[in-house]
């Protein structure tokens, strides 16, 4: 018998979204000429943990990462084009009926729950944890203070997400955590670890 899972936390992009983030910037370079290198590196530098902690305004982020700012997009339209639903939308309705589940994710609340409802799978979410409202953003070890309280193990949280420092963040603190990646069958994984879970009273 494997691990009891008490707890199953899954990351929004690249898991319930798709991972547009980085082409967004691709996108941001294509259309205002620049190397996407150089897009991408202002964002890591000057942007990201500003814009993903809810330091900065949008239009300090936009002003920030898009120095030009090119009026004529609409950069936020341009962003929501662009999503559509991730690998793990499928299950979610099927998931919640075995375990609780929650999403920790490092972005901006007022941009992701909308987008959650557009989509259809914000009640799916028990607990919806962002960067902006927890003040800190994976991997820093404090992002995941949240998922172990005081009467909380690790070994029986499932961590999922597509970036791999942030899997071996979540490791680091004890909880059992699956790479995200298409070609490493990490949905079956998930199935066959909360198969074992107690069904939840409110599923």
């Not at 030009?68 to 339209?77: C, K, T």
């Not at 690790?154 to 298409?182: E, K, P, S, T, Y």
């Amino acid at each position: 018998m494997g691990p009891r899972i008490d707890l199953l936390v899954l990351d929004a992009h690249g898991v319930v979204l798709n991972a547009y983030w980085p082409r967004f910037l691709r996108e941001i370079a294509r259309r205002t000429h620049e190397p996407a290198e150089a897009v991408q590196r202002r964002w890591h530098d000057h942007v990201r943990v500003d814009a993903w902690l809810g330091r900065i305004s949008d239009d300090e982020l936009w002003r920030r990462l898009i120095p030009d700012r090119h009026s004529s997009y609409d950069w936020q339209a341009i962003l929501e084009a662009g999503y559509t639903y991730g690998p793990a939308e499928p299950h979610l309705r099927q998931w919640r009926q075995c375990i609780p589940i929650w999403l920790l994710s490092n972005h901006r609340s007022h941009w992701l729950l909308p987008r959650l409802d557009r989509f259809g799978v914000l009640e799916c979410f028990e607990r919806i944890l962002v960067s902006d409202t927890i003040d800190a953003a994976k991997p820093e070890q404090e992002t995941f203070d949240a998922l172990l309280g005081p009467d909380s193990r690790g070994d029986r949280v499932l961590f999922v997400d597509d970036q791999a420092c942030n899997v071996a963040a979540a490791r680091r603190r004890g909880i059992i955590a699956l790479h995200a990646h298409a070609e490493n069958g990490w949905v079956a994984a998930v199935n066959g670890l909360i198969r074992t879970a107690p069904i939840t009273k409110n599923a």
